[in-house]
């Protein structure tokens, strides 16, 4: 087994609101205190941390003056400078204050709209100002109860409008900033706009700058649906739009949870860390993971280090896959290198008619074994540690 130590090449990060989540929930009030910024950076940096992320409002309080938003400011910038932690991403709090109720983007109140704008364009000035390159939105308030009430073509426009103007804003302004969206299927309200990744993707490519869009996919999010997140993350991927990632873990069915990384669905796990060494992927392996609610104190650094072991135990495991002779046979028997090659190629008249005129002996070809199960069982021997 390698080192499980987090260093900061491993790129983890946390958002200040998951270490720093007091507990709350919908049945029951908080059952830890608030925790400062800066002593979560502070912290973060003892565990091996390498970024942090926040949403505005999780920095700099709602109604503070100038002079109030410097001193913060100030005290995160030291605890940034002592430690050497980088701010990995910031985003916009469109959720909390009542004036979400009804959308941000997408509310049906111009002025609403033009207030989350507002509030976006600062929280870009804010991110930038901190060195972060990637904005995330989540639309969690986009969405409806009552369907007649938001005509959801109209709702399209108004969210692309507000995409092209916020791309806009941040060439003008000459930000390196690129912008992450964040799907989320069900929840809090009741049909929420863009749900998946693969919806996501498709709404990216109609806006006037793609290029500087990507996704922000969360494990949570599609697992609470039953849909297969590392499927969804690799198409994310092979479009070339992994802005950003939260890890977390999920159990079907269930209210978003963000229980602690590779708690639940240790094989998923496996899969997804995989897919994000095998791919290349240099972003932020960044946590948006919460503490049991029964935690506090040295308790939230116990959940933070138990994401990121599980990370890097899972990443030596990947390893092993390569170098494994018997999984590699295996791979071999269920012909998973004939994946990697051209099927025709480019189309041409000639191959079209060569390839009309060609006889298949489907019944040779049906007949053969793939060895599945073989394969399947070493990667779960694998996962227990019996190889
Ligand atoms: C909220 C949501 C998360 C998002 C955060 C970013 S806010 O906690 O449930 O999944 O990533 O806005
Ligand atoms: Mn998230
Ligand atoms: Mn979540």
Not at 97 to 124: C, L, W
Not at 134 to 152: L, S
Not at 230 to 258: M, T
Not at 273 to 301: C, M, N, T
């Amino acid at each position: 087994m390698s080192d499980l130590t987090p260093r900061p090449e491993h790129k983890f990060s946390f958002g200040l609101w998951t270490v720093g989540h007091p507990g709350r929930d919908p049945f029951g009030e908080v059952t830890r205190p608030p925790i400062e910024p800066w002593d979560i950076v502070y912290s973060l940096a003892d565990q091996g941390v390498w970024g942090v992320s926040f949403h505005d409002d999780d920095l700099i309080p709602p109604g503070s003056t100038p002079g109030e938003r410097e001193g913060v400011l100030k005290k995160f910038r030291k605890a940034l400078d002592d430690t050497g932690l980088v701010v990995s991403m910031a985003t916009t709090n469109l959720f909390w204050n009542p004036v979400f109720k009804e959308g941000a983007f997408t509310a049906n109140d111009p002025e609403i709209r033009r207030y989350a704008i507002q509030k976006t364009m600062r929280s870009i000035d804010l991110g930038a100002e901190l060195g972060a390159p990637t904005q995330v939105f989540w639309g969690g308030r986009e969405g409806v109860e009552a369907v007649a009430a938001k005509p959801p073509r109209d709702a399209f426009d108004r969210y692309q409008e507000a995409f092209n103007f916020l791309c806009e804003y941040v060439k003008d302004r000459g930000y390196p900033t690129r912008f992450a969206l964040e799907p989320k299927p069900n929840e809090p309200r009741g049909d929420t706009f863009l749900p998946t990744i693969g919806h996501m993707l498709a709404f990216i490519e109609s806006l006037e700058h793609p290029e500087m869009v990507g996704v922000n996919p969360e494990v949570a999010h599609e697992k609470m649906v039953g849909l297969n997140f590392y499927h969804g993350v690799a198409q994310a991927i092979w479009a070339g739009k992994l802005f950003h990632i939260d890890l977390n873990a999920q159990q079907v069915g269930r209210y978003d949870q963000d229980l602690r990384f590779g708690s639940e669905g240790v094989k998923d796990a496996f899969f997804l860390v995989k897919l994000l060494e095998d791919s290349g992927y240099a972003g932020p392996r960044h946590f948006d993971a919460r503490p049991y609610r029964v935690e506090q104190d040295e308790g939230i650094w116990e959940f933070a280090a138990g994401c990121m072991r599980t990370y890097l135990a899972l990443a030596d495991k990947a390893h092993r896959f390569d170098d494994d002779q018997e999984i590699q046979e295996a791979l071999a028997q269920a012909g998973v290198p004939g994946l990697a090659t051209e099927t025709l190629g480019a189309y041409t008249p000639e191959l079209a008619q060569e390839l009309l005129a060609s006889e298949f002996d489907t019944e040779a070809l049906a007949n053969r074994g793939y060895h599945n199960d073989k394969l399947d069982q070493l990667v779960i021997d694998l996962i227990l540690g019996l190889r």
